[in-house]
């Protein structure tokens, strides 16, 4: 008798990235408009419309990325450690990233946070490659976004330093 069916754990690795941006989606709501608006911004930031699809797909992308190496690996074990663990530690470093910047209005650490996120999610990619290269694949475009993200957060902070 099968306890769990054979899809929940795509569903489920697919849709936990999306639990840290829910819980940030209220920090987020609440700070643009009184907070993030005052900001000076760089002519190249994307409207703030773009954030949320943005981020929707590459965290399904980057979930279901950490599900093909769960599985070519036969689940949680000793040779997942590091690879799961380095994403493990990615989300949670990404996850920090908006009580930060927006719940806390600390630029300058959201910025050491991107940093450490977007080295994190390097090494991710890099110890998935030679077990699924779909899911190393699938990480390519967070780290795009990620290098955009970095720069545009050194911009805001660099730009807005004696602003709380």
Not at 43 to 70: D, E, K, Q
Not at 71 to 81: I, Q, T
Request: with cysteine.
């Amino acid at each position: 008798m099968e306890v769990v069916p054979a899809w929940a754990p795509a569903v489920g690795f697919t849709l936990l990235p999306h639990a840290g941006a829910f819980l940030g989606s209220n920090i987020t709501k609440r700070e643009i408009p009184v907070w993030y608006e005052t900001l000076q911004k760089p002519s190249w930031c994307p409207p703030n419309w773009v954030f949320a699809p943005v981020w929707g797909t590459l965290y399904t992308s980057m979930g279901y990325g950490s599900y093909l190496v769960w599985k070519e690996l036969g689940g949680f074990n000793e040779k997942a450690v590091v690879p799961l663990g380095l994403y493990a530690g990615n989300l949670a470093l990404n996850w920090a990233w908006t009580p930060l910047f927006f719940g806390a209005h600390k630029m300058g650490w959201g910025l050491v946070t991107l940093l450490l996120t977007t080295g994190t999610a390097t090494a991710t990619t890099a110890s998935w490659y030679n077990i699924n290269k779909t899911a190393a694949y699938l990480m390519v475009p967070y780290l795009a976004w990620l290098s955009l993200a970095s720069a545009l957060n050194y911009r805001i902070w660099k730009d807005n330093r004696n602003k709380k």
